[in-house]
Structures are given as C-alpha cells and as structure tokens.
C-alpha cells in the first residue's frame, strides 16, 4: 500500500485502515520502511487500524513488522491474528486480538452476546500450540518456500508471468495471454484437467486476468498439478479448448 495513494484515499469521514499482511491473495508483504511512510499519512489523523496479520508467521523474507511497533501506531493499532495459518488449525475456529484497551472492552462487549467462547478442545490445543510448537513453524515454512519457489518458477516457464510472493502460501499468477476471462480459465480448467484455482476477480475487479494459487499442498500434488495446467495451456493454444 503505497503511502502516496493513502493519503489522496483519506477523507474526513475515514475512520479505519485495514491492512490485512501478508496478504491473500498475493502473498505481498509490507516492510518496515513501508510501515514507517504509511505511520507518518496516519499521525495527525484519528484513525484507527485494524492489522490483520494471520499470515504472519509465514513470511520469506526477513521477519514479519507488524505497523505496532511502528512509534506512535501500537496506541491506535488493533492486530488481529489466529491459530489456523501459523498452526495448521484452519477450522479450529480459534483467533485472538491485542489493541488499547478503551477500544477492546468495548469489542467484547458485542463479542460475548455474539459467540459464547471458542471451543474447549480448541483452547486446549492452541495452549499446547503456544507453549510446544515453536519450531514446527519454521519446519513449515521451510517447506512452504520451497513448494513457493517450485511454484513460481514452474507457472513462468508455463508462460504465465507470475511474481514472487513474500508470504501466505499463494500465487497470482498472470491469464492475460490466455485471452480467458479469469472465471472461465477456472471453471474449464476444473473440469477438463480436475485442477481447482480461485479466479483473481473474486478479490475485485483488479484481479481480472489472473488466478490465485495455493502451494499449501505436497509437491508431489503441485507437479502434478503445474502438468495438467500445462496441458490445458497447450490446449488453448491448439483451440481445444471452447
């Protein structure tokens, strides 16, 4: 989010920044010097942000800043974060937040009349996340960058240009050649070749013309996946494909 493009956003009825880093679906990241030209756009505001930094473990290069400990930010920043992406416990339904405390009484407020807590098996198992699980996370994402690597390289050898994320464990890789709509690219390739990707206009028209990838998944499946989509390219070019 460059900095310039935030302040010519900002109006007098902005309330609140979202910043959802890394990010889905492109796997971009914001550095610290980022942060920094993003905390200065902010200081004479009363804006509040919301950081969402679930994926946050999951950073390749360097270690994840959070805009908290960016001066002056920690006081008007909410993070938002969870169990599901740093401890592979997606549907454990089991997050948590930290922000000042004038505005996080009031959230639980709302909070404990919409859900009555999370569930027990749930607590149990993050406390041993927490306390006994620290090193399988860098084992994980050793293993993500490599699929993420393999990924990358593997879709612009297929043609299809696609940047190096930074975290999360997707990428985004460019259809524009193709002459497909993003939606049609996926529902034929689905069907033709059983490969499922996500298209990029489900994330605002901005995504148009391209795809989001997961590499979450062994690489013997994500060969065998970049196989078919190489087959399918092949068929498109052929004009097999309708």
Same mark, same amino acid.
């Given at each position: #989010?460059?900095?310039?493009?935030? @302040?010519?956003?900002?109006? &007098?009825?902005?309330?609140?920044?979202? #910043?959802?880093?890394?990010?889905?679906?492109?796997?971009?990241? +914001?550095?610290?010097?980022?942060?920094?030209?993003?905390?200065?756009?902010?200081?004479?505001?009363?804006?509040?942000?919301?950081?969402?930094?679930?994926?946050?473990?999951?950073?390749?290069?360097?270690? =994840?800043?959070?805009?908290?400990?960016? *001066?002056? +930010? @920690?006081?008007?920043?909410?993070?938002?974060?969870?169990?599901?992406?740093?401890?592979?416990?997606?549907?454990?339904?089991?997050?948590?937040?930290?922000?000042?405390?004038?505005?996080?009484?009031?959230?639980?407020?709302? =909070?404990?009349?919409?859900? +009555?807590?999370?569930?027990?098996?749930?607590?149990?198992?993050?406390?041993?996340? +927490? =306390?006994?699980?620290?090193?399988?996370?860098?084992?994980?994402?050793?293993?993500?960058?490599?699929?993420?690597?393999?990924?990358?390289?593997?879709?612009?050898?297929?043609?299809?240009?696609?940047?190096?994320?930074?975290?999360?464990?997707?990428?985004?890789?460019?259809?524009? &050649?193709?002459?497909?709509?993003?939606? &049609?690219?996926? *529902?034929?390739?689905?069907?033709?070749?059983?490969?499922?990707?996500?298209?990029?206009?489900?994330?605002? *028209?901005?995504?148009?013309?391209?795809? @989001?990838?997961?590499?979450?998944?062994?690489?013997? =499946?994500?060969?065998?996946?970049?196989?078919?989509?190489?087959?399918?390219?092949?068929?498109?070019?052929?004009?097999?494909?309708?």
């Amino acid at each position: #989010l460059p900095a310039d493009e935030l @302040r010519e956003k900002i109006t &007098d009825k902005t309330k609140l920044l979202v #910043l959802p880093y890394p990010k889905n679906p492109t796997g971009a990241i +914001m550095r610290r010097e980022d942060l920094e030209e993003i905390a200065q756009v902010l200081k004479d505001t009363n804006i509040i942000i919301a950081s969402d930094e679930i994926y946050s473990e999951l950073t390749y290069s360097g270690k =994840h800043c959070s805009i908290a400990e960016i *001066e002056g +930010m @920690r006081e008007r920043t909410i993070v938002i974060n969870g169990f599901s992406k740093s401890f592979a416990m997606t549907g454990w339904r089991l997050g948590f937040l930290g922000g000042p405390k004038e505005i996080v009484s009031q959230m639980l407020k709302l =909070h404990q009349y919409a859900i +009555m807590s999370s569930p027990t098996v749930s607590q149990y198992a993050a406390i041993v996340a +927490m =306390h006994s699980c620290q090193k399988d996370i860098d084992t994980m994402r050793n293993e993500y960058n490599i699929r993420r690597r393999f990924v990358v390289d593997a879709f612009n050898k297929l043609g299809l240009k696609c940047f190096a994320p930074q975290g999360a464990f997707y990428v985004f890789p460019c259809i524009k &050649d193709t002459g497909m709509k993003s939606a &049609d690219f996926c *529902e034929k390739l689905v069907y033709t070749k059983k490969v499922a990707v996500v298209p990029g206009d489900a994330f605002g *028209e901005c995504g148009e013309g391209y795809v @989001r990838v997961s590499y979450a998944y062994s690489l013997n =499946h994500l060969r065998e996946a970049i196989k078919r989509i190489g087959e399918f390219l092949e068929d498109i070019r052929n004009g097999n494909v309708q």
